[in-house]
């Protein structure tokens, strides 16, 4: 972390974005279901160690403007990109540093979170400790923080191939001829193997992970000799002494992950005030590869399990859809709801059916507790019998255990998106300007989205609140004729755009998570 050399994040640039499960509203979210007290989003104060060219800490200075920021990095050039992009947009309440995690102090002030994504494993010990020293220094009493970092001991299978590409290319300096030998090295070695062996079967399926990995993140996570994995209970260890306990992994509440049968049961059997045990015990059962962990102070008592749960304080959503075929659903009285993950759920409960079509209607935006309970009692009125009470404890019941299943998800605040398209649609400023030159926009839930070819980057750039449905017509087929009269290449692209398209996109870009609401 000295700049003794060239810096390699200066030589080969890390790609950067959003990434939802960063951000301070999910982290809030996490920390009151665990009975703290987080900072409201729109006072907060963040930190972000290793914050690359701002990708994900600029978002939320746009989205909260009461906030204030801070962006910490080693690469010169990924500062001054930050700089740049920070100042395009406006932005006042955010400010980025050129500056080694090492020289970091007290003097940058308290923060409510603090975040380090994709930093921990690849650098070495001695700034994985101040790090956590940070933590203790820099967090306020009810604050969080978020570190990830390539766990154990699933990166066991990953470091096979890492070991093969590490020995063939140690003489090799250059990134880009390194990320060539290696990808040669890993291909010959693994077609060499016997696919009958447990080794064999291992290189090759890592062979076919690594075709899909482009060659910066190749270079950075897997080329870097001195990166390494960590169990769960060696990072808890190293933070204690920090004043740190664990809150939850930033995937809460997917309790048991991809465990099922007898895995399930052995995790049941632990008790849920013993959630290092649960958590070490789950990676040991699947093989976890990536942690992605939350810290707090450790004086805070934390709540744990679901005993007195109580969903009332937040807002739902869930990327659901009615199942158009009945083929499964022999009973009378029974539908079936699509989830995004492919998981198919047949529900009889008539508040439950009225509650999940609304849900869809909404995704990507969420409801409120009480407002949903209200519009799934207004729905399901003929079929309910006097005990509404208890038909709203069955409904309690139904999203609480949707919501254990990693199916719906609960939001301390709501997204400040709309899927209504009004008469003069916005779309969010960065999603506007990342148009213009990416196919990658970042939505108003925090989340890289791609935009699907010239057309629709163009459509999303020129909705900034000025032009009615009939004007971006106009403008997108303006924007055509100039293309097809410019002599470029450009036999892709439709002659003329027509009002049921761009009604189309509209629909399309809302459902995305891009209009402002």
């Not at 200066?10 to 987080?38: E, N």
């Not at 066991?156 to 290696?182: F, K």
Request: aromatic share 6%.
């Amino acid at each position: 972390m000295s700049e003794t050399k060239t810096n390699p994040y200066d030589a080969v640039a890390y790609p950067g974005h959003a990434f939802s499960q960063t951000h301070p509203g999910h982290l809030a979210t996490i920390a009151h279901f665990h009975g703290m007290q987080p900072a409201p989003i729109a006072t907060m104060r963040v930190l972000e160690l290793g914050c690359g060219s701002g990708g994900n800490l600029i978002p939320m200075a746009l989205q909260s403007p009461g906030g204030a920021f801070v962006g910490i990095d080693l690469s010169a050039s990924a500062i001054a990109r930050a700089k740049a992009d920070a100042e395009e947009l406006g932005l006042r309440n955010i400010e980025f540093r050129h500056l080694d995690i090492m020289a970091v102090d007290a003097g940058l002030g308290s923060f409510d979170y603090i975040l380090v994504h994709g930093v921990y494993s690849w650098v070495p010990p001695f700034v994985r400790e101040r790090i956590l020293a940070l933590f203790g220094e820099l967090l306020r009493p009810q604050g969080i923080a978020y570190v990830s970092y390539n766990a154990l001991p699933g990166c066991r299978l990953r470091d096979l191939a890492r070991d093969v590409m590490l020995y063939e290319t140690r003489d090799i300096e250059e990134p880009l001829e390194r990320v060539r030998a290696a990808r040669a090295a890993i291909k010959r070695f693994a077609e060499a193997t016997d696919p009958d062996s447990f080794y064999g079967a291992a290189l090759r399926e890592r062979l076919q992970q690594i075709a899909d990995i482009p060659d910066n993140v190749l270079y950075h996570d897997d080329l870097n000799p001195g990166a390494r994995a960590f169990a769960l209970h060696e990072v808890l260890d190293a933070a204690a002494p920090h004043g740190l306990q664990f809150l939850a992994e930033a995937s809460f509440p997917n309790n048991f992950g991809g465990a099922r049968g007898p895995a399930q049961q052995i995790l049941n059997a632990i008790p849920v005030d013993e959630p290092l045990r649960q958590e070490q015990s789950l990676d040991l059962l699947i093989g976890r590869s990536f942690r992605q962990t939350l810290l707090c102070r450790s004086g805070i008592t934390l709540r744990r399990g679901f005993t007195g749960f109580d969903l009332a304080p937040y807002h739902l959503s869930a990327n659901v859809r009615e199942a158009e075929d009945e083929a499964e659903e022999s009973r009378p009285g029974v539908a079936g709801f699509l989830f995004a993950d492919g998981v198919r759920l047949s529900v009889d409960l008539d508040m439950g059916k009225a509650a999940l079509r609304a849900l869809g209607q909404a995704w990507p935006g969420s409801i409120s507790y009480h407002e949903l309970v209200a519009l799934a009692l207004r729905e399901a009125s003929d079929s309910l019998g006097p005990d509404t009470a208890r038909e709203v404890g069955r409904l309690n019941e139904a999203l609480i255990a949707i919501f254990k299943a990693g199916l719906l998800e609960i939001h301390l605040e709501p997204h400040r998106l709309t899927t209504t398209v009004s008469e003069r649609p916005v779309a969010g400023l960065l999603a506007r300007r990342q148009a213009l030159t990416s196919n990658e926009v970042t939505d108003l839930r925090h989340r890289a989205v791609a935009l699907d070819g010239i057309v629709v980057r163009k459509f999303v750039s020129l909705l900034d609140g000025t032009r009615t449905a009939p004007m971006l017509l106009a403008a997108m087929n303006d924007f055509l004729a100039e293309a097809h009269a410019s002599g470029r290449d450009v036999s892709k692209l439709p002659r003329r755009a027509t009002a049921d398209e761009v009604e189309m996109h509209l629909r399309d870009v809302a459902r995305l998570g891009l209009l402002v609401g």
